[in-house]
């Protein structure tokens, strides 16, 4: 349950074919973290299917709301000559989420130090785009961002 893959066909217009090749939800991955051995990371990884025009950019991800990252650790890596992409969950800590109040607090006072209480929230949503290039494209600073796969931490007890 740590290691699940993904084929991946960017589209330059519309939702992007995410899919499992075991059948597996691609598009709501829920992760049990009691499944987990303690310190284990999770990894996420993309292939490009039969698309030899596309490849994964940059470090192939955007992070779009990271508003748990403090709590575990997100990196990706493209690989394969962009043909691959590995996204790793990692460090996890579990029943330590940030409230939506704080998050609110937080980015709407930026110049300001401010405190307040973690939550024993369940449930991590780590949200993230994949993103990518089409080689044919003539504008070579054109990307593509995919839907968010929605991936969730679940199962997260309080200490």
């Not at 929230?121 to 993103?131: G, K, P, Q, T």
Request: hydrophobic share 35%; glycine share 6%; with cysteine.
């Amino acid at each position: 349950m740590s290691n699940l893959s993904f084929r991946v066909i960017p589209k330059e217009d519309g939702q992007w074919d995410i899919s499992s090749p075991t059948g597996g939800d691609s598009e709501n991955i829920c992760i049990d973290y009691k499944k987990l051995k303690v310190g284990q990371a999770v990894n996420l990884y993309y292939e490009l299917a039969d698309c030899p025009e596309w490849e994964f950019a940059e470090n192939g991800t955007y992070f779009s709301d990271a508003k748990d990252n403090f709590n575990y650790q997100l990196t990706s890596i493209v690989a394969n000559g962009g043909q691959s992409l590995i996204v790793s969950i990692s460090s996890i800590i579990p029943a330590h989420a940030l409230p939506a109040e704080l998050a609110t607090k937080l980015a709407d006072n930026p110049d300001e130090a401010i405190s307040g209480l973690l939550s024993e929230s369940a449930d991590y949503e780590v949200n993230f785009r994949l993103v990518a290039k089409n080689k044919a494209n003539s504008e070579s600073k054109m990307r593509y961002f995919s839907q968010d796969p929605r991936v969730i931490l679940q199962g997260m007890e309080p200490d």
